[in-house]
């Protein structure tokens, strides 16, 4: 597990960590979403050792990871724009980081270079960006770490590329227990693999919170009532975060669960309802205008 808190870095006069604090669990997926400047990649290298913070702790299974070789061992760190040696290849780099990580698994590595089509005698200076991501991702997770923390990590990679480092995520969590942290401004590209999301802002958590338990507490119900008295009645003691209305249909967000929704709208005389899905850019809207932020200018727009 790795445990944050009141973690704050300041260069020069510029507070790029304010006071954040936040656990990531073992065996999740933890997403670390907001916009460009927001604190996420200060964060990760923090949290890998290569930056130290000006207060604030950060425990890595227990350990102090600044100065730490032991805590260290346990982490990657892929950073933004990874960096490989100057007129080097694959193959050197996979034999670099094999000096270093001692469960590298240097079969797998050549494996997935042949499935990811990477020549492991090409210079890396004549990859394009999406492969330069790809062979940082590769080296990553045959480093065979317990953490892998990635910086924009899908950035640069095409939906197909993208599709296969999200299979990699989980066939590695399934087999030793992988916990990937990704770092994104992209609340759309973490929708299907996240179980956890914190969502940084001006260098300060805004919200962390399990995305199961936000699905299961956030509904959003489509309805036609019959009259206003039914929907007094149906929304009597619910806490309604948003209403839209078109004519006689009414779109309500509320949070709740799915059985409560359902009992409650039971028992009211509705023409319909139905209670639909939420997408995590929805639930995250809803979350963020509650506490007086619109999200939709922070990360999607």
Do not use: W
Not at 68 to 88: H, L, Q, R
């Amino acid at each position: 597990m790795i445990e944050i808190h009141n973690l704050t870095k300041t260069f020069d006069k510029i507070k790029a960590v304010d006071d954040v604090s936040v656990t990531i669990k073992d065996n999740t997926v933890f997403g670390l979403i907001g916009t460009n400047g927001a604190g996420k990649s200060t964060v990760l290298r923090m949290v890998s050792g290569v930056l130290k913070p000006d207060s604030g702790t950060i425990a890595v299974d227990g350990m102090p990871v600044y100065d730490n070789v032991e805590a260290k061992k346990k982490m990657f760190f892929i950073a933004d724009e990874p960096y490989f040696f100057a007129n080097t290849n694959a193959q050197a780099m996979e034999r670099y980081y094999s000096s270093i990580y001692e469960e590298f698994d240097r079969e797998e590595f050549y494996k997935y270079l042949d499935n990811f089509n990477l020549d492991k005698n090409r210079k890396i200076n004549t990859y394009s960006k999406g492969m330069k991501k790809q062979l940082a991702f590769l080296l990553g997770v045959c480093a065979r770490t317990k953490y892998l923390l990635c910086d924009e990590t899908m950035d640069g990679l095409d939906p197909v590329m993208r599709q296969g480092v999200k299979s990699i995520f989980a066939k590695e969590m399934e087999e030793r227990g992988l916990t990937p942290v990704i770092a994104s401004h992209n609340l759309r590209e973490l929708e299907d693999i996240c179980d956890h999301v914190g969502l940084l802002h001006k260098g300060g958590v805004l919200l962390s919170k399990d995305l199961e338990d936000m699905k299961c507490n956030i509904q959003k119900i489509q309805c036609v009532f019959s009259n206003v008295d039914e929907e007094l009645k149906a929304l009597s003691g619910l806490e309604v975060l948003k209403k839209e209305q078109r004519g006689s249909l009414c779109t309500y967000t509320v949070r709740s669960t799915r059985e409560e929704v359902t009992a409650r709208f039971a028992t009211v005389d509705t023409v319909f309802y139905e209670v639909l899905p939420l997408s995590l850019e929805e639930i995250f809207i809803s979350e963020t205008e509650v506490v007086g932020y619109d999200i939709k200018k922070l990360i999607l727009g």
